[in-house]
C-alpha cells in the first residue's frame, strides 16, 4: 500500500477523532470526507472500507478509556475512588459537590441495550443501503432539528447535574432515542446528548453518559464487523488500518477534553447550525 493511501487513512482518522464525540457525526464526515475526495472503495473494495469506518473507531474509543479511566475502574468494581476523581474537573470550574448517589454499571447496560439489539438485527440491511452521502445528508438535517428541539424544550428544572445523578428511567430512556442514531449522520453523540437533556440532565452529565457508553456499544460494533469480515483483510491493508486507528485515537483524546469543557456553556444550538449548513453545502456540490 503506497503513502498515498496511509495519507488518506490518517485524514480519515483525524475526521473521525474530531467528530466521533461532537454531536456532528463523525459516520457521516468520514463516509461525505471519503465518497467525495479520498475514494476508499477504489483501492480497499466496498466492504473493507465500510469495515474501516467502523474498526477505526476503536481508536476514539481507546481514548474515552484513558480519560475515564477512573470511571471504568470504578464501574468494575476493581477499585473505589471517591466522586471528585473520577473526571478531572474542567479548568476554571469548581470541585464536584458530594451528592449521594454514582453511576451504576447496570444503568450503563440499560442504556446499551435497545441500540445494541436493533444494531445486530439490521447490521447488514445498514451496511448495504445507508452508507451513502444522500442519506447522511438527511440524517444530519434530522439529527439537527432534534438537538434544536432538545435545546428548546429541555425541562427547566435539571433532575441531573452530574452524571452519578441519572436515574434508571433516564439511562434506558437515552438508550431507546439512541437507536435513531443506527441511521448514518443522525449522530450517537447527537441523539444521545439530546435526548438527556430533554430527560432532566444537564449538557455536561448526558455527554459523560454519552462517552461512557460508547465504548462497550462502539467495542461490540468494531469486532463484530472485524469477525464478519475477516476475509477483506491483508496485509497489504493492515498498514492503512493502523494508521487511521493511531490518527483517531490521538485526535479524539484532544476534542474530547475541549468539547467537554465547552458543552454545558454553548450548548447543542452551534453544532446544530454546523450540520444544516454541511448538509447544504454537501448537497449543492455533490448533487
Not at 474515552?64 to 470504578?74: L, Q
Not at 444503568?107 to 446499551?112: A, D, E
Not at 440491511?125 to 452521502?133: G, H, K, N, Q, V
Not at 468539547?259 to 453544532?271: E, G, Q, V
Request: glycine letters at 8%.
Amino acid at each position: 500500500m503506497d503513502l498515498l493511501a496511509i495519507i488518506k487513512a490518517v485524514i480519515l482518522g483525524l475526521v473521525e477523532g474530531l467528530t466521533e464525540f461532537a454531536p456532528v457525526s463523525s459516520t457521516g464526515h468520514m463516509i461525505i470526507v471519503d465518497d467525495m475526495w479520498l475514494k476508499s472503495q477504489e483501492f480497499l473494495g466496498k466492504y473493507t472500507a465500510n469495515t474501516f469506518k467502523v474498526v477505526i473507531q476503536l481508536g476514539s474509543i481507546l481514548a474515552v478509556v484513558v480519560i475515564f479511566r477512573n470511571r471504568f475502574i470504578d464501574l468494575l468494581g476493581l477499585k473505589r475512588f471517591s466522586r471528585g476523581s473520577l473526571e478531572p474537573v474542567p479548568d476554571g470550574q469548581p470541585p464536584q459537590i458530594h451528592t449521594p448517589g454514582r453511576l451504576r454499571l447496570g444503568q450503563v447496560l440499560v442504556g446499551l441495550i435497545p441500540a445494541g439489539v436493533l444494531g445486530m438485527l439490521f447490521e447488514n440491511y445498514i451496511d448495504e443501503y445507508l452508507f451513502s452521502t444522500s442519506t447522511v445528508l438527511i440524517g444530519l438535517v434530522i439529527g439537527a432539528i432534534f438537538m434544536i428541539c432538545a435545546d428548546l424544550f429541555a425541562p427547566k428544572r435539571v433532575r441531573a447535574q452530574s452524571v452519578d445523578q441519572i436515574t434508571y428511567g433516564q439511562a434506558l430512556g437515552v438508550g431507546l432515542i439512541q437507536c435513531f442514531s443506527l441511521w448514518p449522520g443522525f449522530s450517537r453523540s447527537g441523539s444521545t446528548i439530546s435526548g438527556g437533556v430533554l430527560l432532566g440532565m444537564s449538557h455536561r452529565a448526558a455527554a459523560d453518559f454519552t462517552f461512557i457508553m460508547a465504548v462497550p456499544i462502539m467495542a461490540g460494533a468494531s469486532f463484530i464487523s472485524l469477525l464478519k469480515n475477516w476475509q477483506y483483510f491483508t496485509m497489504d491493508a493492515l498498514p492503512f488500518f493502523i494508521a487511521g486507528f493511531i490518527s483517531a485515537f490521538v485526535f479524539a483524546l484532544l476534542s474530547m477534553r475541549f468539547f467537554l469543557k465547552l458543552i454545558n456553556r454553548i450548548k447543542l444550538l452551534p453544532f446544530a447550525i454546523y450540520r444544516i449548513v454541511l448538509a447544504v453545502a454537501v448537497y449543492i456540490i455533490f448533487f
